[in-house]
């Protein structure tokens, strides 16, 4: 069971907003500091697309944001495009230690109507 | 161009061994911690090991920990698994990653499919 619970699977229609939810379930889920969302295509590896909550790397577009309250991380996509249609992961490092471990969701499907 | 490269995977039988490779070019190889993530079919990520930059820590999830060995070779850019005893729930696809200075896997291999199976 992993300590990340996220939905299942999301919908939206093109144009619209989506916000998938990534909560800590785990009190081993220490530096939550540390959230990440990557997008994975079909058949594909994982993509970066959002790193420490909140913050985007180069070539990622601003329609991906993420935001955090309590123990509870979010992705929002905006302006949803066809393109979308991915599983998004959260994932948060847990323990003490420098080198503890890392804990993923389950992946959420998106489904663009 | 900045890639990770994983081969090695393939079928092998439960209780068998097998190696997998990770080879890194166009970033400093030796700067960064490397992990393997995997991936069963149909399935989420699940981390699997950590080792740091210069090899002296490493750290696995708790179902590979005796079974699974981590390393890497600077000299050659390349990171392993070294993997036995394993299992049908060994089966996935094994990513390596690279865990940069802001705390994110920004660089992800093609991943390569380990299947054990009789």
């Known amino acids: 069971q992993s300590a990340l619970t996220q939905p299942a699977s999301v919908s939206g229609s093109p144009g619209q907003s989506i916000t998938i939810s990534c909560t800590v379930t785990?009190?081993?889920?220490?530096?939550?500091?540390?959230v990440s969302w990557y997008q994975q295509h079909p058949g594909k590896a994982p993509t970066l697309i959002i790193y420490?909550?909140?913050e985007r790397p180069s070539g990622v577009s601003n329609r991906f944001s993420g935001s955090r309250s309590g123990n509870t991380a979010s992705l929002t996509i905006s302006g949803l495009q066809a393109e979308d249609e991915a599983v998004y992961h959260c994932?948060?490092?847990?323990?003490?230690?420098?080198?503890?471990?890392?804990?993923f969701g389950g992946g959420t499907k998106l489904t663009v109507l | 161009q900045v890639q990770l490269v994983e081969s090695g995977g393939g079928v092998v039988q439960p209780g068998r061994s097998l190696r997998l490779s990770c080879a890194a070019s166009?970033?400093?190889?030796?700067?960064?911690?490397m992990h393997w993530v995997r991936q069963a079919p149909g399935k989420g990520l699940e981390w699997v090991a950590v080792?740091?930059?210069?090899?002296?820590?490493?750290n696995y999830m708790d179902s590979v920990k005796g079974r699974f060995t981590i390393s890497r070779d600077n000299s050659k850019n390349t990171l392993y698994l070294q993997m036995k005893s394993l299992t049908r729930e060994d089966t996935a696809v094994y990513y390596c990653?690279?865990?940069?200075?802001?705390?994110?896997?920004?660089?992800w291999g093609q991943g390569t499919m380990l299947t054990v199976s009789s």
């Open positions: 990653a690279n865990w940069n200075d802001v705390g994110a896997f920004d660089i």
């Open positions: 994932c948060s490092f847990g323990g003490s230690e420098t080198y503890g471990m890392w804990v």
């Open positions: 166009g970033f400093t190889f030796s700067n960064y911690a």
């Open positions: 785990s009190s081993d889920v220490g530096t939550y500091n540390l």
């Open positions: 080792i740091s930059y210069d090899a002296n820590t490493k």
């Open positions: 420490q909550g909140g």
